[in-house]
């Protein structure tokens, strides 16, 4: 039988036949066939949802679907036998034989449709996906902006030193948060959660009080001097600090007397507690300019013996806010209280009060034997929130009251950076507060400690109005001399508002001026007042007090002749003293002050003992090194040379190393420059 193949016409009036309808059975395993080469193409497509694929895991996957779908659609081309691949063209006769079910327009039909069908679920399924992994993506992003994102804060750099980044939170706003969203969710990468921005430093503002360095006056004008006494320490340790950062501190933080009192000069102590004072007085050339000469004067005060120091009820106000947390602050006052501890006597009360966002007892009047117990109270503090100092301070006060010691010292020791920025922040009204508690017979010391945050400025308002001390803790080391080697001078008063006054000679004077006391200066007439506050000594202190002087007749002054004023001459009858010495103190318990009175003479007529003279040389080089910290217009030809020289050559004993570590401060101080 001839076979002649099927030309175009024919194959087209073939295909355009309505086919039969396929039985159940035959609709079933071609539909089944369908879904099995569905499914097959889908799963590569589902996996690459679930994974984050590789490039590698991408052209794996794109080979497998192309495959499969390859030999899918080479079953539903209609020009194609399902059943025979070969070469030869298709037979018209062989064709028209064959069952219906094995005819490829009807498989390829019924093939085309299930597909169809199919294609269209696959896509309303896809588009459901995508709605819901938007909606989930709009989720989450919008859960993201309603919290605060961390910020990384660029700092500028200020005065050649090294910018810092902090990390702060703030909250985002609504329209910032409508702004943000829509491009998170149309960023194809993770959301961004940090954002750098400007803001100023936080590593200086440091706030010291601003004050004028001390101007030469005429002795024919304002003979007399007079200021509060003060042996705070606070502006050495600051500056200390300062230069072994590598930087020179600003000219505010350093308080010449500050500076000076640091050290422990051996001044002969006085024998009496009745008259807890010895004043010592020498005239020596000027260093740093050539005519002129320096009054020294040093004060020594009664030291305590063990037997007659009286109990303590002692109240540590701590800040614990956020501002604490960085180890040279709270981490240092822990190991600080647990240091003063071990100077107390059993039958001492400690409590503990702190402070953060709001105030709070950490520990009742305890006895110092139950250490375990206080120390245990310490330990679990943690730094967080802001800063309700005035609040925390009320609340020391409460705690010194309710357990107040009429025979002993009640005393509240503060230690923080003085960053007061909830309740009442001004310094006048905490002036007021602590000055009506002083009254009472409740005294506050106060222990800063950190940079960047550091109140200067807030800590000597409260010390100086508190009677008591303000001292910088930059070390532990230094931790150890205030409340460990020095414990005795910083709990236990032997005086109070100490003055000191002094008249000058306009017949041997000509000009004076005083080196440092600038923010302790008081009026003339407050020197007999004794309701004018003033300084706090303590067992065993000693206070330094320098003048220069430009004698009469040295052409070695500053201040032009008068036009009008007769000019100095020496009286011969009353020519032997340069100044007149006069100090005012009051014991702990009393009201009414007494009076110690010391010539300050021309010509010594006693030898001075090498020791002490030692001492004074030496006092004299670290009030030549904070003129010369500080710019000081009188600072004339010294150097940070001759400082050293000076400093070397009468360090003496230095038990503890603090004078070998001056020098070495203004090695760097040079250096820094």
Same mark, same amino acid.
């Given at each position: 039988?001839?076979?002649?193949?099927? @030309?175009?016409?024919?194959?087209?009036?073939?295909?355009?036949?309505?086919?039969?309808?396929?039985?159940?059975?035959?609709?079933?395993?071609?539909?089944?066939?369908?879904?099995?080469?569905?499914?097959?193409?889908?799963?590569?497509?589902?996996?690459?949802?679930?994974?984050?694929?590789?490039?590698?895991?991408?052209?794996?996957?794109?080979?497998?679907?192309?495959?499969?779908?390859?030999?899918?659609?080479?079953?539903?081309?209609?020009?194609?036998?399902?059943?025979?691949?070969?070469?030869?063209?298709?037979?018209?006769?062989?064709?028209?034989?064959?069952?219906?079910?094995?005819?490829?327009?009807?498989?390829?039909?019924?093939?085309?449709?299930?597909?169809?069908?199919?294609?269209?679920?696959?896509?309303?399924?896809?588009?459901?996906?995508?709605?819901?992994?938007?909606?989930?993506?709009?989720?989450?992003?919008?859960?993201?902006?309603?919290?605060?994102?961390?910020?990384?804060?660029?700092?500028?750099?200020?005065?050649?030193?090294?910018?810092?980044?902090?990390?702060?939170?703030?909250? &985002?706003?609504?329209?910032?948060?409508?702004?943000?969203?829509?491009?998170?969710?149309?960023?194809?990468?993770?959301?961004?959660?940090?954002?750098?921005? =400007?803001? !100023?430093?936080?590593?200086?503002?440091?706030?010291?009080?601003?004050?004028?360095?001390?101007?030469? &006056?005429?002795?024919?004008?304002?003979?007399?001097?007079?200021?509060?006494?003060?042996?705070?320490?606070?502006?050495?340790?600051?500056?200390?600090?300062?230069?072994?950062?590598?930087?020179?501190?600003?000219?505010?933080?350093?308080?010449?007397?500050?500076?000076?009192? +640091?050290?422990?000069?051996? +001044?002969?102590?006085?024998?009496?507690?009745?008259?807890?004072?010895?004043?010592?007085?020498?005239?020596?050339?000027?260093?740093?300019?050539?005519?002129?000469?320096?009054?020294?004067?040093? &004060?020594?005060?009664?030291?305590?013996?063990?037997?007659?120091?009286?109990?303590?009820?002692?109240?540590?106000?701590?800040?614990?806010?956020?501002?604490?947390?960085?180890?040279?602050?709270?981490?240092?006052?822990?190991?600080?209280?647990?240091?003063?501890?071990?100077?107390?006597?059993?039958?001492?009360?400690?409590?503990?009060?702190?402070?953060?966002?709001?105030?709070?007892?950490?520990?009742?009047?305890?006895?110092?034997?139950?250490?375990?117990?206080?120390?245990?109270?310490?330990?679990?503090?943690?730094?967080?929130?802001?800063?309700?100092?005035?609040?925390?301070?009320?609340?020391?006060?409460?705690?010194?009251?309710?357990?107040?010691?009429?025979?002993?010292?009640?005393?509240?020791?503060?230690?923080?950076?003085?960053?007061?920025?909830?309740?009442?922040?001004?310094?006048?009204?905490?002036?007021?507060?602590?000055?009506?508690?002083?009254?009472?017979?409740? +005294?506050?010391?106060?222990?800063?400690?950190?940079?960047?945050?550091?109140?200067?400025?807030?800590?000597?308002?409260?010390?100086?109005?508190?009677?008591?001390?303000?001292?910088?803790?930059?070390?532990?080391?230094?931790?150890? /001399?205030?409340?460990?080697?020095?414990?005795?001078?910083?709990?236990?008063?032997?005086?109070?508002?100490? /003055?000191?006054?002094?008249?000058?000679?306009? =017949?041997? $004077?000509?000009?004076?001026?005083?080196?440092?006391?600038?923010?302790?200066?008081?009026?003339?007439?407050?020197?007999?007042?004794?309701?004018?506050?003033?300084?706090?000594?303590?067992?065993?202190?000693?206070?330094?007090?320098?003048?220069?002087?430009?004698?009469?007749?040295?052409?070695?002054?500053?201040?032009?002749?008068?036009?009008?004023?007769?000019? @100095?001459?020496?009286?011969?009858?009353?020519?032997?003293?340069?100044?007149?010495?006069?100090?005012?103190?009051?014991? !702990?318990?009393?009201?009414?002050?007494?009076?110690?009175?010391?010539? &300050?003479? $021309?010509?010594?007529? $006693?030898?001075?003992?090498?020791?002490?003279?030692?001492?004074?040389?030496?006092?004299?080089?670290?009030?030549?090194?904070?003129?010369?910290?500080?710019?000081?217009?009188?600072?004339?030809?010294?150097?940070?040379?001759?400082?050293?020289?000076?400093?070397?050559?009468?360090?003496?004993?230095?038990?503890?190393?603090?004078?070998?570590?001056?020098?070495?401060?203004?090695?760097?101080?040079?250096?820094?420059?």
């Amino acid at each position: 039988m001839n076979k002649t193949p099927m @030309n175009e016409d024919d194959l087209k009036q073939l295909l355009q036949q309505q086919p039969p309808a396929p039985d159940a059975e035959t609709k079933a395993r071609h539909m089944a066939a369908a879904m099995a080469a569905f499914s097959a193409q889908q799963k590569p497509e589902v996996e690459n949802l679930s994974t984050v694929a590789t490039p590698a895991n991408e052209t794996c996957a794109s080979e497998k679907k192309s495959n499969i779908l390859q030999g899918f659609f080479q079953r539903l081309r209609l020009t194609r036998d399902t059943n025979h691949h070969g070469t030869k063209p298709m037979n018209t006769s062989s064709f028209e034989q064959r069952p219906f079910w094995q005819k490829p327009a009807l498989i390829s039909g019924i093939a085309a449709s299930s597909l169809a069908v199919l294609a269209g679920l696959t896509f309303m399924q896809h588009l459901m996906i995508n709605s819901d992994q938007e909606e989930l993506a709009a989720r989450i992003a919008e859960q993201s902006l309603s919290k605060t994102v961390p910020l990384i804060v660029q700092e500028p750099a200020a005065e050649a030193s090294v910018s810092l980044q902090r990390v702060e939170k703030i909250a &985002i706003s609504p329209k910032m948060k409508a702004e943000v969203q829509p491009m998170a969710l149309a960023a194809p990468a993770p959301m961004v959660e940090e954002i750098i921005v =400007n803001q !100023p430093s936080q590593e200086f503002r440091d706030r010291f009080e601003d004050f004028k360095e001390n101007s030469v &006056i005429a002795t024919s004008e304002n003979p007399v001097s007079t200021f509060s006494i003060d042996v705070d320490t606070a502006s050495y340790s600051f500056v200390r600090r300062m230069l072994n950062n590598g930087q020179l501190p600003e000219k505010d933080a350093v308080r010449t007397e500050e500076m000076i009192n +640091y050290f422990d000069y051996a +001044y002969p102590l006085p024998r009496d507690k009745k008259t807890p004072f010895v004043t010592y007085t020498s005239v020596i050339d000027s260093p740093w300019k050539a005519g002129n000469k320096l009054i020294h004067i040093g &004060i020594q005060g009664y030291q305590l013996a063990a037997s007659e120091i009286p109990q303590s009820n002692l109240v540590f106000l701590l800040d614990v806010s956020g501002s604490m947390d960085e180890p040279s602050k709270l981490p240092l006052v822990k190991q600080s209280m647990s240091l003063l501890l071990d100077t107390l006597k059993p039958d001492d009360t400690i409590a503990i009060a702190v402070y953060a966002g709001a105030a709070g007892t950490v520990l009742e009047p305890t006895k110092v034997k139950e250490k375990s117990k206080i120390l245990a109270a310490l330990n679990n503090l943690q730094a967080g929130g802001s800063t309700a100092g005035a609040e925390g301070i009320a609340l020391a006060y409460q705690l010194a009251e309710a357990n107040f010691n009429a025979k002993g010292v009640n005393r509240i020791i503060l230690a923080t950076d003085g960053d007061f920025n909830v309740g009442q922040t001004g310094d006048e009204q905490l002036q007021d507060f602590v000055e009506r508690k002083r009254e009472k017979g409740i +005294y506050l010391s106060v222990l800063g400690f950190g940079q960047g945050n550091y109140q200067d400025a807030m800590m000597q308002t409260l010390a100086q109005n508190g009677n008591g001390t303000a001292a910088y803790i930059d070390t532990l080391s230094e931790a150890q /001399k205030v409340l460990v080697t020095e414990a005795t001078s910083t709990l236990f008063p032997i005086a109070k508002d100490v /003055k000191i006054q002094v008249e000058f000679n306009p =017949n041997t $004077v000509k000009e004076y001026r005083l080196i440092g006391y600038e923010t302790r200066a008081l009026n003339r007439e407050d020197f007999s007042n004794d309701k004018v506050d003033a300084g706090e000594i303590g067992a065993g202190q000693r206070v330094t007090a320098i003048y220069e002087i430009t004698p009469v007749g040295a052409q070695s002054g500053l201040l032009e002749d008068s036009r009008y004023q007769p000019k @100095n001459k020496v009286d011969a009858s009353n020519s032997s003293e340069y100044a007149f010495l006069r100090l005012r103190y009051k014991l !702990p318990s009393e009201t009414k002050s007494n009076l110690i009175e010391t010539p &300050i003479a $021309v010509a010594r007529k $006693v030898k001075i003992n090498a020791e002490y003279q030692q001492e004074v040389n030496f006092s004299i080089a670290v009030a030549g090194f904070a003129q010369l910290l500080k710019g000081s217009n009188y600072a004339g030809n010294f150097t940070y040379d001759k400082v050293i020289e000076l400093a070397q050559a009468n360090k003496g004993k230095d038990e503890y190393g603090y004078r070998t570590e001056f020098v070495q401060l203004v090695r760097k101080a040079k250096v820094a420059q």
